[in-house]
């Protein structure tokens, strides 16, 4: 399907159709890519697979929350969370070790998003959770520290309980 032969090119095409907006089309590219790699098992799977795996994971979950499938954007962000977490244990173990701070700031922004998500849900405590996180583990992030003002203005109707997010706002600014 797709020319699934190369997965490559077919990340190179959903995201391309992304772009023009076709995002039906790229989500049933990208869930199909998936679901093909998840079908091997992860001891089988290669660095390069995992990695494929972790990409497409990814562009799936902001795909489903373009098109306002928040659920499946929920379900699909944990996936990511697992295989991000043997991503990197697989590349310990084979000796290619990358920045810390990289590693951080991808999983924070992962964190923000699934955030962006709860709160589209109306699940705000969970949203400013995802946010906590993500400013805890990557501090500059500034969407990490913004998105919360966002979300207690419309949980609580006023910013009055923010003071505690103003001095992690002043520090990443």
Known sequence: MFGMDDPQKVVVQYRR????????????MARG????ILTTKPENRDLKEQGLLVEVTRDL????EIREKF?????TSNLLEREMKRLI????TMGEI???SEYFAIQANDLVQRGRVYH???KYRKALSCYKKAHKISPTSLEAVFRPFETLLLKKGSLK?????????QKAI
Do not use: C, H, T, Y
């Open 71 to 75: 659920n499946d954007s929920i379900d």
């Open 17 to 28: 159709m992304v772009q023009e907006g076709r995002l039906e089309m790229a989500e049933v």
């Open 161 to 169: 309980s923010s003071k505690k997010f103003l001095a992690p706002l």
């Open 89 to 92: 244990k697989q590349q310990n």
């Open 61 to 64: 979950s902001a795909i489903f």
């Open 33 to 36: 890519l998936s679901e093909r």
């Open 120 to 122: 589209a849900m109306k």
């Open 98 to 100: 990358k920045e810390k």
